[in-house]
Each structure stands twice: as structure tokens, then as C-alpha cells.
Nanobody, 121 residues
Framework: QVQLVESGGGLVQPGGSLRLSCAAS????????MDWYRQAPGMQRELVAA???????NYVDSVKGRFTISRDNAKNTVYLQMNSLKAEDTAVYYC???????????????WGQGTQVTVSS
């Protein structure tokens, strides 16, 4: 079965940087959109950044100019480079992808397990 494995979270000081990675594995036919969401305690899950299979990107306003989403299609991996981190970026970050599963080309929504990002002085 398909799974998304995240890595790169941790504790960082304000102004610092982290790079999150999410690798998809399994019986993958194709991957369409790949996204990063985040969820702070007591809050709804929020879309942070998204990237299409062709490389088009979109960001929530609060991270524009600071975060960069990218993907390596050969590795079925999406990245989130986070620079100039702020305390309000503290959340659990979740990888998400729309994936077609072999042998059927039908697409499904998959989520990573989440990785904690804490920005604190």
C-alpha cells in the first residue's frame, strides 16, 4: 500500500530554518498534487503550500516569501523549505498527496503521519 513518510521537523529558534521532506512509496501509478498542511493545537488544519505535477505552486499568505515547496518527481518526494521561521509557524505539519494507485488509475487522497515543528526562543 501507499504511505507518506515525513522527516525534518524539530525545534528551531525564531529566524531559523528547517527543511521538511515527504517521500511517497508503494504501488504508485502517478502523483498529482502534493501539499503541506499544518495544524496548531485547537485549530483547524490549514493548507500551507501546494505544488502540482507540473511545478505550479501556491502558498498561504502568511508564509509567502519565507517558505518554498518543491518536488522531485523521480523520487516521489515533496519538500518544504522553511526560512525566517516565526513562533506562529509552530504546528504539526502534514504531507498530503493525490495519488493514483497501481494497477487502477483511480486517484486517492493520502496523508503523512505529521511532524512537529516548534519555533521558540
Amino acid at each position: 500500500q501507499v504511505q507518506l513518510v515525513e522527516s525534518g521537523g524539530g525545534l528551531v529558534q525564531p529566524g531559523g530554518s528547517l527543511r521538511l521532506s515527504c517521500a511517497a512509496s508503494g504501488s504508485i501509478f502517478s502523483i498529482d498534487a502534493m501539499d503541506w498542511y499544518r495544524q496548531a493545537p485547537g485549530m483547524q488544519r490549514e493548507l500551507v503550500a501546494a505544488i502540482t505535477s507540473s511545478g505550479s505552486t501556491n502558498y498561504v499568505d502568511s508564509v509567502k516569501g519565507r517558505f518554498t515547496i518543491s518536488r522531485d518527481n523521480a523520487k516521489n518526494t515533496v519538500y518544504l523549505q522553511m526560512n525566517s521561521l516565526k513562533a506562529e509557524d509552530t504546528a504539526v505539519y502534514y504531507c498530503h498527496a493525490i495519488i493514483a494507485i497501481s494497477p487502477s488509475p483511480r486517484r486517492y487522497s493520502y496523508w503523512g503521519q505529521g511532524t512537529q515543528v516548534t519555533v521558540s526562543s
